[in-house]
């Protein structure tokens, strides 16, 4: 995170910096419990930012943001050229992959927040294959099965969670990805998240589009479902048997063989939801049921075809029933086609789970017996589910043979390649060359990692790293671009570094849990936090006193410190404002001045050390939502400055008098999307530099002008800034196109 506090800085040291990595993510035993949402935990980082007073700004309202502000904001004089600064040897969540026909080496799949990129050489290498002002969130890829160089990139991740991001229409290529025009749009009806897309073997005009959607989106209806063009993309028509109200479509296929058959699952409500079936090229549908489970418990179901003998289908579905664990209902297997279905799966997934989220399977393109299907881990059998055994372990050593990554999202068995298994998942992609039996991580160049936040050690600057989803803590000791590893497993949250000591670093994971990395050695410092004070928390926001290396702080719903490096906490608050603290910021002689801001938007302070605090002094200045960063201008403690999140509101705010007052520096200049960081210069305390959906923002004037400083950046959202000052370096952490860097002058 950037601080405008931390100590001087000095050249990077000679011995490069040891840190010992703590414990990975455990895998819980038995199965999961039951759940009352579909949304993933890490939902709630993303809900107490985007949702008020809708649930996200869309697309339009985005790129609107960013033309009015390049028309009305100068960039700086020296146009800024961020670079990479890594990792590209640690993936993040991949949605999608195809394969070219004849050529199983050509890859390309779809990052959830990274774009399309691509490998001629089976995924050891990748490029970038996606303009980078083009919406990133791709849930689908295609290939027209008639003529591979044309490929389809569905944008709006399809998982059900919030935190999947929405797009804006399917995008075609027809030079084999080299170039993207994007084809259809939300206007013609495109679901914003995509999660399927089919090109008929027969007739490649007519394409289907398999959706989801939220309800309603600003003055827009946000609607899933399933779209059909048949003349080549001039025109689409919702389908409407299923409902015409909103309902979800999850894949759509068609019978390599047997013109006019395509299949499409759906939930939707009432007794609609399962796996709908064509046999006259969509005119009309039919709801396969013998069988099957009951449609009202049928959730997320995911298909395939046995290329080898088309009239044998695999379906795995989630269970979708009140009070179940979101775990697998069945895998099933039709001999006939669809008529007829039969239970393969016996107890073998009872302790699977997150089926909304993870739900994908697979067929040998060979062996119509051997199946492969995905939720957290992934599954395989040989005898067409006679038996199954587990095909990975997602909590086994990174590297091992028996490892890959969690949270599979779509799997592929490649028709020119017989043994070949790629898997898209949150880890990036992973690969088997025997059936399932032993993996591979193949995310090398593919820097496609979601951050939520950065920091550098003042010290040494070749120490950089911070929390990203489902990666854990990822930190570099070289500065170089691909040797990332995992100091700390789960979902990564805050990490801080001791501004006079690069080796000590204070990391988190979801829920408060924290380790403290000191000379060579990991320990457990989580603050105990008390359930009843703790709702609503993912991840933890964590601040050093810049005056002592040994006190740091975090919260829940209320403020804690520790003064002996973790070793005990004490409770500085009661409950603020029943909302989890969102920043903290140390400041002042002797760290007597120290600022608390929450999700509620509210801001509170202590002028004595934490002996005593002020009540909510956000007023009716403040816009009341989420205060996502606090930072103070150096020497002047009292001189504060905050970042708030949503839409439909101003970001950017100074107080002269520690909070009493406060002044909307943003005055409509900077876009009107969630901001999410920002810090003061410390050798220019007048320059301050934000964050935000649509780029990073300067003003070297406190506020009386801004400037451009986006640059080169992908469309992305930037999630955090931290500064180096012997190196006047920026770097700022994006959620899916991993950390960029910049040399300021």
């Known amino acids: 995170m950037a601080t405008s506090s931390s100590k001087s800085s000095s050249p990077a040291a000679a011995a490069p910096t040891v840190l010992r990595a703590g414990p990975p993510k455990a895998r819980a035993k038995g199965a999961p419990p039951p759940r009352t949402s579909r949304h993933k935990n890490r939902a709630a980082w993303f809900r107490a930012r985007v949702t008020w007073p809708l649930r996200e700004a869309d697309l339009d309202h985005l790129r609107g943001e960013i033309r009015r502000v390049s028309r009305t904001l100068a960039t700086p004089a020296k146009k800024l050229a961020w670079s990479l600064a890594g990792p590209s040897n640690i993936g993040g969540r991949c949605t999608s992959v195809v394969a070219h026909p004849t050529d199983p080496q050509r890859l390309w799949i779809g990052a959830a927040g990274g774009g399309v990129w691509r490998s001629t050489d089976g995924g050891l290498t990748w490029k970038p294959s996606w303009k980078s002002k083009t919406p990133l969130q791709i849930g689908a890829l295609a290939m027209d099965p008639a003529n591979p160089a044309v490929l389809y990139a569905g944008t709006g ?99 390599p063989a047997t013109p006019g058959t395509v299949y499409a699952t759906f939930t939707a409500p009432g007794a609609r939801s399962g796996i709908w079936r064509s046999t006259d090229g969509g005119a009309s549908w039919v709801l396969l049921k013998t069988g099957l489970p009951a449609p ?178 990822l930190v570099t000791t070289t500065g170089a671009v691909n040797d990332a590893f995992e100091l700390l497993g789960g979902d990564g949250g805050f990490m801080v570094v001791d501004p006079a000591d690069a080796g000590h670093i204070v990391a988190s994971y979801q829920f408060g849990g924290m380790y403290r990395f000191r000379g060579g050695s990991a320990r457990k410092v989580s603050p105990p936090f008390k359930p009843s004070e703790s709702g609503g928390i993912w991840m933890v ?90 930072a103070t201008q150096p020497g002047a403690p009292k001189t504060v400055y905050v970042t708030c999140a949503n839409s439909g509101n101003r970001h950017v705010w100074m107080s002269t008098d520690a909070g009493s007052t406060w002044t909307d520096i943003d005055g409509g200049r900077l876009p009107d999307v969630p901001h999410h960081a920002l810090f003061v210069r410390p050798d220019r305390p007048a320059e301050l530099w934000v964050c935000n959906d649509a780029g990073v923002y300067v003003t070297a004037d406190g506020g009386l002008t801004w400037l451009n400083a986006t640059g080169n950046l992908p469309f992305v959202m930037v999630v955090d800034l931290v500064y180096h000052r012997a190196t006047k370096t920026l770097y700022a952490a994006t959620y899916g196109r991993s950390i960029w860097k910049v040399v300021l002058t």
């Open 157 to 255: 991740e399809a998982n059900l969670s919030a935190d999947s991001y929405a797009g804006d229409g399917v995008y075609r290529s027809i030079n084999g990805g080299r170039s993207w025009k994007r084809w259809a749009g939300v206007a013609q009806g495109i679901p914003r998240r995509i999660g399927s897309i089919a090109v008929d073997p027969f007739d490649p005009a007519h394409v289907r589009v398999a959706g989801v959607g939220f309800g309603r989106v600003s003055a827009d209806n946000d609607f899933g479902g399933l779209l059909v063009t048949r003349d080549g993309g001039a025109s689409w028509v919702r389908e409407t048997f299923v409902g015409t109200a909103n309902h979800w479509c999850h894949q759509v296929l068609f019978d």
């Open 296 to 473: 009202d418990r049928t959730g997320r179901t995911s298909l395939a075809i046995a290329s080898s003998n088309p009239k044998i289908l695999y379906a795995i579905c989630a269970d979708a029933g009140p009070g179940t664990s979101d775990g697998v209902l069945g895998v099933f297997r039709s001999a006939n086609g669809g008529n007829t279905w039969a239970s393969i799966s016996g107890n073998h997934f009872t302790d699977e789970g997150q089926m909304s989220y993870g739900n994908c399977i697979a067929v040998h393109p060979t062996n119509p017996n051997h199946v492969i299907c995905g939720g957290v881990d992934l599954h395989v059998t040989t005898d067409a589910g006679g038996t199954w055994r587990r095909a990975s372990q997602w909590d086994a050593e990174r590297g091992s043979a028996s490892y890959a990554h969690a949270d599979h999202h779509r799997l592929l068995m490649p028709a020119a390649m017989p043994g070949r298994v790629i898997s898209a998942n949150d880890g990036g992609m992973d690969l088997s060359e025997d059936g399932g039996r032993t993996w591979a991580n193949r995310s090398n160049g593919l820097s496609v990692t979601m951050y939520y936040d950065v920091d550098v050690a003042q010290t040494d600057a070749r120490v950089l790293g911070g929390g990203a989803q489902d990666n854990g803590t």
């Open 541 to 630: 926001y964590i601040a050093f006193d810049p005056n002592d290396s040994n006190t740091f702080y975090t919260g829940n719903q209320c403020l804690y410190r520790t003064r002996n490096d973790g070793l005990s906490w004490d409770k500085l608050t009661p409950v603020l404002d029943g909302s989890p603290v969102s920043a903290i910021e140390v400041a002042g002689p002797g760290s007597k001045t120290i600022y608390v801001t929450t999700e509620n938007g509210s801001f509170f302070r202590s002028l004595d050390g934490g002996a005593t605090w002020s009540g909510n002094l956000a007023g009716g200045a403040l816009p009341g939502v989420m205060i996502t960063r606090i």
